[in-house]
């Protein structure tokens, strides 16, 4: 099962994978990235979905979102900026950025996780990418260097089906952009390390580090299905809404000198075995998730909680139970059958048979 991206909804997930167990057919490997990895890594070291669901409600959870604060550096004013300079500019990747100074909002130490607890019952792949330069590199021109390496978190089994493998971005289709066509892989990196990696999304948090080395977040290739077709026989991935052209397209192409929403068109077209329809996700789930806010008095971009916990509480409760029915009817469609795919302004056309 594929958990890509979510960012804040990553609740979702827990959802879409108890509606799997249920149906009779348990993933064996999770593939996650950015928020997608929060929820598989809860999966990975709970014993089972109600002990899940209780931790994706804890207190523990609500303290962590209510930590996440906006970097004193980051001005409304100049991220506004900033943000209106991507959005003219046409440039793929044109010069190294600053993943270490340039982001919005600093992410505690540590992230919430419980301990392992049994025996675990799925394994774990998570998306990341290494940097290939430092903060002295920053602001040269990129030329045609390559600027990430994409690199898979995984135990020895995924890295043994996954070598040999080139970068999915390796692909002449997705033009001259700043991923290393090499795809390489980590069994090192503990399983809770790798999930605070991949959720370093530029421009939200700054590039994490780790054994020597500075990490991006699983942003780079949100939509691993080439990945997943390589680990498993059997894939399922959700079908997912556009991206805004306002401020998320710009910051992919400034920085991975990557067209977002074409490959998520890639991603959505390409074969699956069971295709979770999720491409209403920010319309039903509007309120239920952090909301960022204006402050202009302080000159900050800030992230607002529930105004209690009893209400972050009911937020997690209809993430969960998104995910749980969209999932559910996946699984229960005919095999070969497409979903009728929920309109929106942002929606990509449906995806073609193979």
């Known amino acids: 099962m594929v958990m890509a991206g979510g960012g804040f909804r990553f609740g979702i997930y827990l959802g879409m994978y108890a509606a799997a167990r249920q149906a009779g057919c348990p993933p064996d490997l999770l593939l996650a990235s950015c928020g997608g990895s929060i929820a598989a890594t809860i999966i990975h070291q709970l014993p089972d979905d109600a002990a899940r669901r209780a931790w994706l409600t804890s207190r523990a959870m609500y303290r962590f979102w209510c930590e996440l604060r906006s970097a004193q550096h980051a001005g409304m004013v100049g991220t506004l900026l900033g943000a209106a300079r991507r959005k003219l500019s046409p440039a793929r990747a044109p010069v190294i950025p600053d993943l270490f100074r340039d982001y ?39 030329g045609q ?37 090499t795809l390489q892989t980590d069994s090192s990196v503990p399983l809770t390390e790798a999930a605070r990696l991949s959720i ?11 054994a020597g080395h500075d990490y991006i977040g699983g942003v780079l290739d949100l939509f691993p299905i080439e990945i997943a077709r390589r680990l498993a026989g059997h894939v399922a991935i959700e079908y997912k809404e556009a991206f805004d052209q306002a401020f998320a397209i710009p910051a992919w192409r400034a920085v991975l000198g990557l067209d977002g929403n074409e490959r998520l068109r890639y991603a959505n077209s390409h074969p699956a075995d069971v295709r ?17 806010q204006l402050d202009w008095r302080r000159n900050r971009i800030r992230l607002v ?17 998104y995910g749980y029915e969209r999932a559910m009817e996946a699984y229960h469609r ?6 009728a795919f929920r309109r929106s302004s942002r929606h990509t056309e449906p995806p073609r048979r193979a």
């Open 305 to 321: 909680m529930p105004r209690d916990y009893a209400t972050f509480v009911q937020h997690m409760n209809d993430q969960w139970q």
């Open 334 to 339: 005919p095999p070969g059958a497409l979903p």
């Open 145 to 181: 260097r390559k600027l990430f390496a994409e690199t898979v978190f995984c135990g020895p089994r995924a890295a043994a089906l996954l070598a040999g493998m080139d970068s999915p971005l390796s692909d002449p289709r997705w033009g001259e952009h700043a991923v290393a066509d």
């Open 200 to 210: 370093a999304d530029m421009v939200y948090f700054r590039c994490q580090h780790y």
């Open 276 to 292: 979770i329809d999720a491409s209403d996700v920010s319309r039903v789930l509007a309120r239920q998730q952090m909301q960022k």
């Open 104 to 142: 919005l909002f600093e992410i505690p130490p540590a992230l919430p996780f419980p301990a392992v607890t049994g025996t675990p019952e799925v394994d774990v792949a998570i998306i990341g990418g290494r940097l290939l330069f430092g903060p002295g590199d920053v602001g040269q021109p990129r």
